[in-house]
């Protein structure tokens, strides 16, 4: 789509007028779990996942861009059919061709190595909640936009895609949670908790299965539905076994090298990307280990109860510093404009993660991350509100990190059974 200048019209990131209803989601599903006697949620896991997400909101500003204006380009000078003003046709085929296009995407990314890089992000967290759900990869919509790009061809506009990718995200929330059992008659047409739990495990027999978005039935189709049979252990083959939100993104691309450089040939090293993520340097595809749930330990450390809540305090506040990204870009904020800002989002979210694993480095971290946040405050506001909003950051900073005095000598990371 274009504007009156000529110039292109980023539709809006709908999915963002839907994180309250995430937020009170993750709250509903804790306190239904603490009603059972279960515990849905541990502070490093947490940590992580929304770390991961607020990453990704960052990236985004970059990224999403590119994807849309490839879509609007060919919406605009090579679509081969035009609906009519209010058509519920389009709509149809827009909601149904993003949620196959999701299908196409999502199994690709399963089975090639690059692909999975991006998006093994996602199954890193060994918990399932609704947290998870979040826990998007920064570089996702570069990879995944090339599967919906059909969808302009056969004539959905950027706006109308962009509604629709909204509400299929925001309906895949609802799969990543442990508390909904059997859905019945629904779960042969419809993706549901159940289902997605199986896509999630690591046993054997879940390996690359259920794909799905919204409907199932695609899975049904093409050959990749597994009912769920046991219970599931959640993860990667390969644990990360780091909270790290940014080493997170880098982390299978480095597995990758590593498999590349063990090869024999450079042709293989070439190979390597494209191949099945479980590939090996001879050639063979690496067995998947039997799980079980009962033995299966997940990476846990124990920080202290202040850190705990120094690092509560500071993902919520990471939050509302998200939102507040969020609403500037909506607004009309170029994303270089809002790159201090990002950057000292991303760098706090590192902080948090450091001080859950009692890293040397976190008061480091958390105290450029103050520092940076001060300076991009005072460049995105005039004068001397600017100044005076930096020294609040700068005071806030200071009162919080001396009130719940977050530093902690090292010491054994601990793991407990899933």
Not at 45 to 58: R, Y
Not at 211 to 222: E, N, P, Q, T
């Amino acid at each position: 789509m274009t504007n009156a200048m000529g110039g292109y019209s980023e539709p809006a990131n709908y999915i963002a007028y839907a994180v309250p209803i995430f937020m009170v989601g993750i709250a509903v599903e804790s306190l239904a779990a603490r009603r059972r006697g279960v515990r849905a949620y541990r502070i490093g896991p947490l940590v992580s996942d929304l770390g991961c997400g607020m990453v990704s909101q960052v990236a985004e500003l970059f990224f999403r861009g590119v994807g849309l204006w490839v879509f609007a380009y060919l919406y605009d000078h090579a679509r081969l059919v035009t609906f009519a003003d209010g058509s519920v046709t389009k709509w149809i085929v827009a909601f149904v061709g993003v949620d196959l296009g999701f299908y196409l995407w999502h199994r690709a990314s399963h089975v090639v190595a690059w692909l999975w890089a991006v998006h093994g992000v996602h199954h890193q967290s060994e918990d399932f909640n609704y947290a998870v759900a979040l826990r998007q990869p920064a570089f996702e919509s570069l990879t995944a936009f090339p599967f919906y790009a059909p969808l302009a061809l056969v004539g959905v506009d950027p706006v109308t895609f962009a509604i629709c990718y909204a509400a299929n995200l925001t309906y895949q929330f609802f799969t990543h949670t442990e508390l909904v059992g059997r859905l019945g008659p629904l779960e042969w047409v419809f993706n549901t908790p159940s289902h997605h739990r199986v896509h999630h495990g690591i046993n054997p027999r879940y390996l690359d299965k259920n794909y799905a978005g919204v409907f199932i039935v695609w899975d049904r189709l093409f050959g990749t539905f597994e009912p769920e049979r046991e219970p599931a252990v959640y993860g990667v083959t390969k644990p990360l076994r780091e909270l790290d939100p940014v080493w997170a993104n880098v982390a299978i691309f480095r597995d990758i090298a590593k498999v590349a450089r063990a090869t024999g040939s450079w042709l293989r090293r070439l190979y390597v990307p494209w191949a099945h993520p479980a590939y090996q340097p001879d050639g063979s595809l690496a067995e998947p280990a039997p799980v079980d749930r009962a033995t299966f330990r997940r990476f846990d450390p124990h920080p202290p109860a202040n850190v705990r809540r120094y690092v509560l305090v500071h993902l919520v506040l990471a939050l509302v510093q998200s939102g507040a990204i969020a609403q500037l870009h909506l607004a009309g904020a170029s994303p270089l404009r809002l790159l201090p800002l990002g950057l000292a989002l991303v760098l706090g979210l590192s902080a948090l993660a450091a001080y859950v694993e009692a890293r040397p480095w976190a008061v480091a971290l958390d105290t450029a991350r103050t520092v940076l946040l001060a300076g991009a405050v005072f460049t995105l506001a005039p004068g001397a509100t600017g100044g005076a909003l930096a020294a609040g950051v700068l005071g806030v900073g200071a009162a919080l990190f001396v009130a719940f005095r977050p530093w902690h000598p090292s010491g054994e990371r601990t793991a407990e059974p899933a």
